[in-house]
């Protein structure tokens, strides 16, 4: 069967892939891009933990065709730090301790950061809904939440964050 | 937001009790960090796995050879390839773990292993399983404990016969065992009481619910050997269990741990490993099987669902005077439920002189259970903790000085037996107590509950290796499977013992092959045993590094002394050496410097958890809100206590979750109704306070840091501290997991209707 030829940009390189018509984003980006960093812990859009941001929209790449990633842009976990520095929520996920495991990490992450990119200074709550479409079952979410909040001000004090 | 208390660590400690990024961190923050599913190897197959549609049936015929001369199809497996462990001589059980991975002769729950498929995509191998024919002649199924003990019951296993019955039964049964335990005079100890309280409990199959679904890669030889990556609690017991299985020597097959995505129990029994092994062998290529979340549900965990009655009888004064226990627990398919750590531990936090508890381990036609957190214990604890709370209302007093009354102490007899050794429960209760959180007045609506909880922990067999490197920094190599920070808390105890800088100090997770045997990842054992191999491991280096020194400044070794990370004269003589300085001549003192510890850990710490909930209920729609919630926790010592915190405040919300939402639904024809996370609802950030901690630390004197195990004691509180704030709120009891809104609605309806006009 002829496969479908995307081109899109993922973490800001140019990427081509093949895939299948019904293939999902996220084995597309795990399996053709190698991009082991989104995770699959439900393939039904429940977990949050293949988070993306795609043309800039927090999204489940478990619940998005391959083929409908032509031409958008991606980012995920892989592309939050730069080669200096790690992204601030990334730092504070470190610090305090907001993993146990690791394997929702990386969506927590992605979420987290398309929060703060356009809410710089978010209360608890606000955190905890724009968290709660990703599943942790380590920590009971407090040291993430706590960790999201952190990174917030650190980001506010840094002068890194502005408000849309 | 409340401020998290810092424990009250040994200030002689300098490295210990401090919390320095885990040596894993980078690599999980940025997606580096490889889990199961994360491995590709050249030319490697993806795998499928053909499930039962039926909770109980005979397997009649399976033909593959549709499926075989499919597209990609490379190899297909059934029960036919295993060997028949029972022909050899095997242990019962582990040929029941060998049915259980793969299906022989029937099937005996929804989701079963009949059948596998490799190929060249997960897409073909899946449609190659579904092109499996299976003839089944469907048999009757048992869903409950009560229908599984009925006395007309359908039989899950041929030739079961209860143990624990005397006389020996003579009739097949469901029922796998039975366990008692005991102690004083029962009629003596009720009529003695002022008040008794006997009530019955439910509560129904919850799984584990790691985000990470099981997931194993095999690449097998030409040479019948095989190199396996998998996400699991204990690689060392995953190669024993597969081998057993494919009827191999255990070190035909080696084993390299990739990071696990949580496992609470639940990832320390094998499932597809054995299947890819095969594969593999069978086609030549590596193998990657990889379960979707609906086969996790129905194949993997869960924990039991159970049935429970208590009752317990007190004085006025609030002396416990007897208690009368009885539970079932499902095992699932196979015989193994946790009944008898629940009947170990369900009395265990308190003095009662007269007691009896008997329980069953009860097969039904249901995925076998597998350990989650404290196994057996969260459910025992929710039945007498809840009516501990109807007791301590019915002679007024509170609730946590009732517990105090009759808290066990050191020297108290245990009542599964022993003597305690040195435990801090009632510094728990006392820190709940005296906790600001359990002063705060409440508003409408609105209750407030306690319960407190015991768990053994573990010791068992732990190897560690510590290799200082030629830069003076060192690598602990351990082979505990690290679920949850611990190769922070190896590092922090080595880098102790030698008196340097944690971040001196890596610590990995080797293969099978690479570091000596170890016992799975639970029971709260890793910092406790593998933790005491490691601190072993690096005094053996400290005498090897005074013994060079010696040598060096040509003195006896025992007037060097190992001081803040280099050796030191008594009398100050000589020019101090430094770890670094010796490792870097450790060529003229007898080459590199290396050490390896191997125990089976004695001296295990119990744990115990105290723990307060706030909640409010919606009277019109049977909402329960979690406003507030304390745990306070005996660690012993907190390693690194980040990760104690984040272990306690784990353990608290997987128990919310099991109090308030979580449950298997299984129609009557004996299907999983909610095999994914939208309908098995965990609970989410939203739904959720901040989980406030008091780390108590009563040191395990049987530990060189005092370590006691923090994993798994939080769990087993709140199933009963959310039932007993929804019972002040509300004024209503409920016996029934999970205290969901419906169940909620109804219990405050009846409770009306009885009481009112």
Redesign the interface.
Same mark, same amino acid.
């Given at each position: 069967m002829a496969r479908t030829h995307v081109t899109c940009t993922i973490n800001g390189d140019e990427t081509e892939f093949l895939c299948e018509q019904d293939e999902t984003l996220l084995n597309a980006l795990r399996d053709d891009v190698g991009l082991t960093g989104v995770k699959e812990g439900c393939g039904t859009g429940d977990c949050g933990a293949c988070s993306v941001l795609l043309n800039n929209r927090l999204t489940c790449a478990c619940l998005v065709f391959a083929p409908e990633a032509d031409g958008a842009t991606i980012v995920t976990v892989e592309g939050l730090a730069s080669a200096e520095a790690l992204h601030p929520v990334q730092q504070t996920f470190l610090e305090g301790a907001a993993l146990q495991c690791g394997v929702c990490t990386p969506g927590f992450l992605v979420a987290a950061k398309a929060l703060l990119d356009h809410n710089p200074d978010p209360t608890e709550t606000e955190v905890r809904y724009a968290l709660a479409g990703n599943l942790c079952r380590c920590t009971g979410y407090d040291k993430i939440v706590r960790a999201v909040l952190d990174a917030a001000a650190d980001m506010r004090s840094d002068g890194a964050l502005t408000a849309d | 937001?409340t401020v998290t208390d810092e424990p009250t660590a040994n200030p002689g400690y300098k490295q210990v009790g401090t *919390?320095p990024?885990?040596p +894993? =961190? @980078?690599d999980? !923050?940025? #997606?580096?960090? *490889?889990?199961g599913? +994360?491995l %590709?190897l050249p030319g490697m197959l993806e795998g499928a796995v053909l499930r039962s549609p039926h909770p109980h049936a005979t397997i009649v015929a399976i033909d593959t050879s549709a499926a075989e001369a499919m597209p990609g199809v490379h190899a297909v497996i059934t029960g036919a390839d295993f060997p028949d462990l029972a022909a050899n001589g095997a242990r019962p059980d582990d040929v029941l773990m060998s049915k259980n991975v793969m299906a022989r002769d029937k099937v005996l729950y929804e989701g079963h292993p009949v059948a596998a498929v490799a190929a060249a995509t997960r897409?073909q191998a899946k449609a190659a399983a579904a092109a499996i024919d299976v003839t089944y002649e469907l048999l009757p199924h048992v869903l409950t404990v009560e229908q599984a003990m009925a006395d007309d019951a359908p039989i899950l296993h041929e030739g079961m016969r209860t143990r624990g019955l005397d006389p020996a039964p003579e009739v097949d049964s469901n029922i796998a065992s039975r366990i008692t335990h005991e102690r004083g005079d029962l009629d003596q100890g009720f009529a003695d009481a002022d008040l008794v309280v006997e009530r019955s409990f439910t509560t129904k199959p919850v799984h $584990? #619910?790691?985000?990470? /679904?099981h997931a194993a890669v095999a690449d097998a030889s030409q040479d019948g050997r095989a190199n396996l990556w998998c996400s699991s609690q204990g690689h060392f017991s995953m190669r024993t269990s597969t081998a057993k299985v494919l009827g191999w020597e255990p070190t035909r097959i080696k084993v390299t741990p990739a990071?696990? &995505?949580? =496992?609470?129990g639940g990832k320390t029994v094998i499932y597809l490993e054995p299947l890819a092994t095969l594969l593999s062998l069978r086609s030549g290529r590596p193998v990657r099987l %990889?379960m +979707?979340?609906d086969e996790v549900f129905r194949a993997s965990g869960p924990a039991s669902g159970t049935s429970l009655r208590v009752k317990v009888g007190v004085t006025e004064d609030g002396q416990l005077t007897a208690a009368d226990v009885w539970m079932a627990f499902e095992a699932g398919a196979n015989p193994g439920s946790p009944v008898g750590a629940a009947g170990m531990t369900v009395l265990a936090p308190y003095d009662i002189p007269n007691f009896f508890v008997e329980g069953f381990d009860v097969v039904v036609n249901k995925p076998r259970v597998a350990a989650y957190r404290a196994p057996g214990a969260p459910m025992a604890a929710f039945a007498v903790e809840s009516v501990l709370d109807e007791l301590a209302a019915g002679i007024g007093i509170d609730p946590v000085e009732l517990r105090l009354r009759n808290a066990v102490t050191e020297g108290s007899q245990a009542a599964y037996g022993p003597k305690f050794p040195v435990i801090g429960f009632v510094e728990t209760l006392e820190a709940i107590r005296d906790h600001p959180h359990y002063q705060t007045e409440l508003g409408p609506n609105q209750g407030r509950g306690v319960a407190a909880g015991f768990w053994f922990n573990a010791g068992m067999n732990s190897t560690a290796t510590v290799n200082v490197n030629e830069d003076g920094n060192l690598t602990v190599v351990v082979g505990s499977p690290d679920? =949850?920070?611990s190769r922070s808390s190896m590092c922090l105890m080595a880098a102790e013992e030698l008196g340097i800088d944690v971040g001196r100090v890596n610590a990995i997770v080797a293969d099978t092959e690479t570091v000596g045997f170890n016992d799975v990842t639970g029971g709260s054992r890793v910092t406790l045993a593998t933790g005491a191999a490691v601190v072993d491991a690096c005094r053996q280096i400290k005498d090897d590094l005074r013994g060079r020194a010696a040598k060096t400044w040509d003195v006896e070794v025992d007037v060097v002394e190992w001081v803040d990370g280099q050796a030191q004269h008594v009398d100050g003589s000589e020019t101090p050496l430094t770890l670094g300085e010796l490792a870097a001549k450790w060529g003229r003192t007898g080459g590199p410097i290396s050490a390896t510890a191997a125990l089976n850990a004695r001296g295990v710490g119990p744990a115990f958890s105290t723990q307060v909930c706030d909640v409010e209920v919606d009277p019109e729609t049977g909402e329960v809100t979690v406003l507030r919630y304390t745990t306070a926790q005996d660690a012993g010592t907190a390693i690194?206590p980040?990760?104690v915190? &984040? $272990?306690m $405040?784990? =353990? %608290? !919300? $997987?128990g919310i979750g099991w109090a308030l939402n979580e449950e298997y639904i299984y129609s009557d024809d004996g299907h999983l109704e909610n095999p &994914?996370? @939208?309908d098995y609802r !965990? /609970? !989410?950030?939203?739904d959720?306070p901040?989980?406030d901690t008091v780390v108590v630390e009563v040191p395990n004197p049987a530990h060189p840091y005092g370590v006691r195990g923090v994993g798994e004691v939080g769990i087993v509180p709140p199933l009963a501290a959310v039932g007993n704030a929804i019972a002040a709120a509300t004024g209503v009891r409920l016996t029934d997991l999970p205290m969901s809104p419906p169940r909620v609605l109804d219990a405050i309806n009846r409770a009306a209707g009885d009481g009112g006009d």
């Open positions: - | 937001m *919390r990024i885990r +894993d =961190g @980078l999980k !923050v940025t #997606g580096k960090a *490889r889990f599913a +994360d %590709v897409k $584990q #619910g790691y985000i990470e /679904p990071e696990i &995505g949580g =496992g609470f %990889v +979707d979340r679920i =949850g920070g690194h980040s990760y915190e &984040g $272990q $405040q784990g =353990g %608290v !919300v $997987q &994914g996370f @939208l !965990v /609970p !989410v950030a939203s959720l901040m989980i």
